[in-house]
RNA sequence: GUGGGUGUAGCUCAGUUGGUUAGAGCGCCUGGUUGUGGCCCAGGAGGCCGUGGGUUCAAGUCCCAUCUCUCACCCCA
């Protein structure tokens, strides 16, 4: 038998009333802060995300599915949504038609690793963009924004974590200083901790890793040698959050893994699903566009895992039961009838929800399939009624039955 | 890429120290009288026991390989 590829999954029908509701909560709270939809090609020239989301991270170096096509041309299927948004951004020059542009997107990504709970190589993420400001209003906006998205969808178990990378000269001086506290404990790290060591030392700080962990208590941190400018803008950050009664906490750890993010960055974290515990991530990126296009544009954004997101639902219990429900199941008593069936079934159905049944079954079936499906009411054709011109109109909730003219049937 | 677990009907699982035609619950189908649901009752369909080798008189049960799914590491949504 031919199976989905590792890593992907089919959304069974029994399953969209709940992608139909977050999506619809995505929508409506984009909608109230003015983040406008943005859809973007599946994927993309490769160069685009080594370029953006930067060479040596996890992502381009490892989990990208890329393939040369027909025309010799290296492609990639989007890892991420943001290189994707600032490249149509550029492309058309929406940050000249508008001084800010705020963006939103609802759009499945893939990246190849090996799959937990939590992690899929398909995987769906909604997040938003904001281009155009360096205000702290708008990084404050996207946690407030994720925040209560997550809530309306019935979330409590977890917690937003911020934290501030500052601009690069002060983050610079600062790994200097973070080099000078590890040269004499490098040899004690963890093999794996002593590469990143050369390649991303800040990352240092989310190591699992015990002797790691112990060695990085006392290490200085990078929020305590941020420039004044960072600090004033982190300031501001959080107390909006604060006047708007987010409950947060300060994370100095909090170490994003893309090179592009500046200033803010932050996670909602969930207490309810696996090791996989991010719902939602993001961060101020000022310098991406210009990597990509030369012009400077500021711009901040986050992307929440939607599996994520319904896996901590189901697991917090507030995944509502939506049951199947149809206005009107044709019951047909001969037949003879099955014509007429189709008939009133297509006039029924310019403005109602109707099924009937395709095969040949007995009344008794008929039946059990519309107590089934959930008809709220029940036409029978046929019989005495039918030479009549009538019909059996049975209330399915409380089973009475009334006699109607078929002519008036619509 | 590394490590642990798993794989028996559509689903959730049981299958004793290897031993006759492989079971349960749910679901599905049919029926419980002439044209009627949800409850109940009766009957029925459905399984190369993941795949390939091996041990044995005999394997769902033991051994090896392989694949799958799964959890964790890495990293991230």
Redesign the pocket.
């Known amino acids: 038998m031919i199976?989905?590829?590792?890593?992907?999954?089919d959304i069974l029908p029994s399953e969209i009333p709940n992608w139909y509701n977050l999506e619809d909560v995505v929508k409506n709270i984009m909608n109230s802060f003015n983040y406008k939809e943005i859809r973007t090609p599946i994927f993309e020239e490769t160069r685009l995300f080594s370029r953006g989301i930067g060479e040596a991270?996890?992502?381009v170096s490892?989990?990208m599915y890329t393939f040369i096509d027909r025309s010799e041309t290296s492609v990639t299927l989007k890892p991420?949504m943001t290189a994707s948004v600032v490249r149509a951004l550029l492309e058309h020059s929406l940050d000249k038609q508008f001084q800010l542009n705020k963006l939103f997107y609802i759009s499945p990504?893939f990246?190849q690793?090996?799959?937990?709970?939590?992690?899929?190589?398909q995987?769906?993420?909604f997040?938003a963009e904001a281009l155009g400001s360096t205000s702290p209003a708008l990084d404050a906006e996207m946690i407030i924004l994720a925040y209560q998205i997550l809530k309306k969808l019935g979330l409590s178990n977890f917690v937003v974590k911020i934290n501030s990378l500052g601009i690069p000269s002060s983050r610079e001086n600062y790994k200097n200083l973070l080099k000078e506290y590890l040269v004499d404990k490098k040899q004690n790290l963890s093999e794996?901790?002593q590469k990143?060591y050369e390649t991303n030392i800040l990352?240092l700080f989310?190591?699992?890793?015990e002797r790691d962990q112990k060695i990085m208590e006392n290490a200085p941190l990078l929020i305590e040698h941020l420039d004044d400018e960072s600090l004033e803008h982190f300031d501001e950050v959080k107390q909006m959050l604060l006047a708007a009664g987010i409950p947060f906490e300060v994370d100095p750890k909090l170490?994003?893994?893309?090179d592009y993010y500046t200033h803010t960055t932050f996670?909602?974290?969930s207490g309810s699903?696996?090791?996989?515990?991010?719902?939602?991530?993001?961060g101020r990126y000022d310098l991406l566009v210009n990597q990509l296009g030369e012009r400077d544009v500021p711009g901040i954004g986050?992307?929440?895992?939607?599996?994520?997101?319904l896996l901590a639902m189901e697991n917090e219990k507030v995944i509502t039961e939506i049951k199947p429900q149809i206005d009107f199941y044709i019951?047909r008593?001969e037949k003879e009838l099955n014509k007429k069936v189709f008939e009133i079934a297509t006039k029924l159905r310019e403005n109602n929800s109707v099924e009937f049944d395709y095969?040949q079954?007995?009344?008794?079936?008929?039946?059990?399939?519309?107590?089934?499906l959930g008809?709220k009411n029940?036409l029978?054709i046929?019989?005495?009624?039918?030479e009549r011109g009538t019909a059996?109109l049975?209330?399915?909730?409380?089973?009475?039955?009334e006699e109607i003219l078929l002519s008036e049937i619509k």
Request: aromatic letters at 4%; hydrophobic letters at 35%; one cysteine or more.
């Open positions: 199976k989905a590829i590792t890593g992907t999954k991270t996890d992502i490892k989990e991420e990504m990246r690793e090996r799959p937990q709970a939590g992690r899929f190589r995987f769906h993420q997040g794996e901790s990143r990352r989310d190591s699992k890793d170490v994003r893994g893309l996670e909602l974290v699903v696996g090791s996989q515990s991010a719902l939602c991530g993001g986050f992307a929440a895992g939607i599996e994520r997101i019951v008593l095969t079954r007995s009344v008794k079936a008929q039946m059990r399939e519309a107590n089934r008809a029940v029978i046929g019989g005495e009624e039918f059996v049975k209330n399915m909730e409380d089973g009475s039955q």
